[in-house]
């Protein structure tokens, strides 16, 4: 897969990864390679990445799912304006996932699988100094869409994920994350697993028009 606009369609949110199939490193050094390349302001490559596997992972993940086990955290107001976009891909995916709106339990079950990085075996911490400015985060997105997309095209799945920053404080202790970092979001990568069907979901876009506005006259 080399066109461009073949890998933005082909990119999607996996939320269940093949929990045995490493990811190789030279895969991963090339994928980071190309999202080094994100444009920043300043050329000051806003973006801090913690990536782990193996053990400290696992122990990553064992801590993330006790914390969780405590109580989830509230889910994030939304401005009313995007409420309806945020219920729509809920039913989707929780849809392809087999699970009644109504069953709460089986809901808590696939929430619960934010924190153990959908079985990804490489997990991804986002973080950008505190005393950076949302322009500077819009630089930290351009690196992660860049990562992803790279991800994508060497047949490796990613999903980004606040709900790793609900925790953040879990994190940082595990990962030996510096306090001058603010934790933005979890990353997930790893190979899909192809027979989760939620992994083929094509999640709908607005029209160009709901979002961007020409003024030409
Ligand atoms: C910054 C960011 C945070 C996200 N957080 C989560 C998350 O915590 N859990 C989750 O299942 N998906 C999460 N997602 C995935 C979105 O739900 C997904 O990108 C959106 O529904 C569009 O679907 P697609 O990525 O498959 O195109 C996140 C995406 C982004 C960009």
Known sequence: MSDLADVVHARRSIRMFLRDKPVPRELLTEALELA???????????????????PRRDRLVEALLAQASRGFPATVGLPESFADLRREVG???YGAMGIAREDREAR?????RN????RAPVAGVVCVHRNLGAVDSMSVGMFLQTLMLALT??????????SIAHFADVVR????????????????IGYPDEDFPANHLDTP?????????FRED
Do not use: H, Y
Not at 36 to 54: D, E, H, K, V, Y
Not at 108 to 112: C, G, S
Not at 153 to 162: K, N, T
């Open 36 to 54: 080094m390349r994100a444009p920043s302001n300043s050329n000051i490559q806003p973006w801090r990445l913690f990536l782990t596997s193996g």
């Open 205 to 213: 876009r607005n029209p160009i028009a709901a979002n961007v506005v």
């Open 173 to 188: 202790e595990e990962l030996d994350i510096p306090e001058e970092l603010t934790v933005l979001c979890g990353l997930a």
């Open 115 to 118: 924190w153990e990085f959908f």
């Open 91 to 93: 039913k989707m995916v």
């Open 153 to 162: 095209e060497r047949g490796l799945g990613s999903c980004a994920q606040v």
């Open 108 to 112: 808590r079950i696939a929430q619960l």
